[in-house]
Structure formats: structure tokens, C-alpha cells
């Protein structure tokens, strides 16, 4: 059982560009104010022009390496299908909004919390469960995006 890195490599990149695509897509459209690389940039600087900089990057770069875990699922069971990943980026989708989000004001150096509200340091915004503080279409978004970022993997890597 031997990783194909090149398939990897490819598709990885290309799901996380579709992935990012649709989250940002889904902000411009009004389906959901919560821009991830926004927030994850702010955790680095204050810089607002910035921090939408870093977080772009390192968004797309989880991403990428996250497409591994997916990799790793196909390689496992031996076979890769548009509606493995697609369940594989559902599970992710769910641990992301029901876990993570509600976090992340704890890791977050600039987010408020929400039961203290925001200070002069801490004025973005958290995000809550399900992240429905940015919006009551914001976990239709991120379940779409991750479930689209696990049918291209799915369908498109090749497992040796």
C-alpha cells in the first residue's frame, strides 16, 4: 500500500482551490459573513489588509495537508469514490462547526468571547456553534464546501 503523491499533490491542491472558492463565494454572495482566512490571519497580526493576506495562505496550506487524512482514508480502504469523500468531508465539515468554531475564541487572540463580549483587543466577532453567528446559511456553506472538497478527491485521486 504505497501513497500515490503525485495524484496527491494534484488533486489536493485543486480540491483546496475549490473548497476555498466556494467559502468565498458563499461570503460575496451574502450566504455567510465568516471569512476563514480573515480569521485565521487576525491570529497572526492586526493588520486587517494583512491578516487577509497570511490567512489566505495558511488556510489553503491546511487544506492541502489536510487533503492527506482523505488520502490516507482511500489508501485504507483501498479505493477512492466522489461519495466516500464526500461522507469523509461531511464528518469534517461537522467536527469543524461543532467543535472547532465554538473554540476558537479560546486560541484566538483577537476574538471576543462570548460570554464576556469584546474588548479593545478583542473585537472580532466569534463565530458560536455551527458558526450561525455569521449567519443562519453559514453551516449549509462550510457542509457544502467540504463535502464538494471530498467528491473531488474522491473521484479524481488515483490509489495505487
Known amino acids: 500500500m504505497q501513497m500515490n503523491w503525485m495524484s496527491w499533490l494534484i488533486w489536493g491542491f485543486a480540491s483546496t482551490v475549490v473548497l476555498t472558492s466556494i467559502l468565498a463565494g458563499s461570503q460575496g454572495i451574502g450566504l455567510t459573513r465568516m471569512n476563514i482566512p ?26 492541502w495537508i489536510f487533503s492527506l487524512v482523505y488520502v490516507a482514508a482511500f489508501q ?34 483577537r476574538m471576543a468571547n462570548e ?23 453559514t453551516p449549509l456553506s462550510v457542509l457544502i464546501a467540504h463535502a464538494v472538497f471530498g467528491a473531488i478527491l474522491g473521484t479524481f485521486y488515483v490509489v495505487k
Open 115 to 137: 460570554e464576556y463580549g469584546p474588548t479593545v483587543v478583542r473585537q472580532l466577532e466569534p463565530p458560536g456553534f455551527l458558526g450561525m453567528h455569521y449567519g443562519i446559511r
Open 38 to 63: 480573515y480569521m485565521l490571519g487576525t491570529m497572526f497580526t492586526p493588520n486587517r489588509d494583512r491578516a487577509q493576506f497570511i490567512g489566505f495562505f495558511f488556510h489553503f496550506a491546511n487544506g
Open 76 to 109: 485504507l480502504i483501498g479505493r477512492s469514490t466522489w461519495w466516500f469523500g464526500a461522507l469523509i468531508g461531511l464528518v469534517q465539515a461537522t467536527f469543524v462547526l461543532t467543535m472547532l468554531l465554538p473554540i476558537l475564541p479560546a486560541l484566538h487572540p
